[in-house]
């Protein structure tokens, strides 16, 4: 996949994250915990996809690692420098 359309992919996440749900937590141990989340269920796509085929997904592996750069996004722009 060519890197404009992973980062449209990852701004479109920040996008739907930001509208669904405006604020971010101010720790940073509930920050990460939240990009750990959907790293692990980018992981559980993976899984299936290897494992469990006809449960994987190639589509919704997409989705969940775009979801991870969307938090990881969050989480950098919470950060006062
Ligand atoms: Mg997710």
Redesign the pocket.
């Known amino acids: 996949m060519e890197s404009n359309k992973v980062i449209d992919l990852i701004m479109c996440e920040v996008k739907t994250a930001e509208e669904k749900h405006p604020g971010w937590p101010t720790d940073r141990i509930h920050a990460v915990s939240i990009i750990a ?2 790293v692990g ?2 992981m559980r796509e993976a899984i299936d996809i290897t494992y469990f085929p006809q449960n994987g997904s190639e589509e919704r592996l997409i ?2 690692l775009a ?2 750069g969307a938090m990881a996004i969050r989480a950098l722009k919470s950060i006062e420098l």
Do not use: D, G, I
Request: proline share 0%; no cysteine.
């Open positions: 989340e959907e269920e980018a989705k969940e979801q991870t």
